[in-house]
C-alpha cells in the first residue's frame, strides 16, 4: 500500500495526497462487498455531487476529477486497500491467537511475581475474619496467591454451602 502512494497523485501536494488516500481508505473499508469500480463509481459520483453544491472536502478535486489519470491512480490506490483489508482479514485468526497467548503469559507472569510476595494486610485481615466467620483453623498463609487462592476456596465452598441449604429449604 505505501508503494502505491508514491505512485500515485503526483501532482496533489502531500497534505491533499494523503486527505484523499486517508478517505479512499476509509471507503474501502465500510464498503470492502462492494467491487474497486464500484467504489470508484461511488467516490466520484459523490464527490461531483459535493463540488456542485460547493461543499466538498476535496476542492482541489474540481478540475481533476474527470481525468482519466486521476480515475486509474484511484484505482490502483482501491485495489491495493482491498488486497491490503483482505490480507488483514486472513490474519485475524493468527493476532487473535498471539493476543489470548499474550493474555495467558500476563496471567502467569503476575501469578509467579504473587507467589514470591507476602500477603498484604488487608488478605490477612480478611482470611482471619473469614476464617473466624466460618469457625475455620487459619493457616499460615506465605504469599499473596496463597492468601488469594484460599480466601477464594472459602467463598466458593461457603457459597456453594448455603445455595445448596437454601435450595433444600425450598
Do not use: H, W
Not at 486509474?72 to 490474519?91: G, M, V
Amino acid at each position: 500500500m505505501y508503494e502505491i502512494k508514491k505512485q500515485i497523485y503526483l501532482s496533489f501536494s502531500k497534505t491533499q495526497k494523503s486527505a484523499v488516500c486517508n478517505y479512499l481508505r476509509a471507503l474501502v473499508k465500510r464498503s470492502l462487498d462492494l467491487s474497486a469500480d464500484e467504489i470508484l463509481e461511488s467516490f466520484i459520483a459523490d464527490e461531483k455531487y459535493y463540488l456542485d453544491l460547493q461543499s466538498s472536502r476535496f476542492q482541489f478535486l474540481e478540475g481533476v476529477i474527470d481525468e482519466q489519470l486521476f480515475k486509474s491512480d484511484t484505482l490502483k490506490y482501491i485495489k491495493e486497500c482491498i488486497c491490503y483489508y483482505n490480507y488483514k482479514e486472513k490474519q485475524r485468526p493468527i493476532i487473535e491467537a498471539n493476543k489470548e497467548f499474550e493474555k495467558k503469559k500476563r496471567k502467569f507472569l503476575q501469578e509467579v511475581k504473587m507467589s514470591k510476595d507476602a500477603p498484604t494486610k488487608k488478605q490477612l485481615y480478611y482470611y482471619e475474619r473469614l476464617c473466624k466467620k466460618y469457625n475455620i483453623e487459619p493457616k499460615e498463609l506465605t504469599s499473596k496467591l496463597e492468601a488469594r487462592d484460599e480466601i477464594d476456596r472459602i467463598i466458593k465452598e461457603y457459597n456453594d454451602y448455603y445455595k445448596n441449604e437454601i435450595m433444600e429449604e425450598e
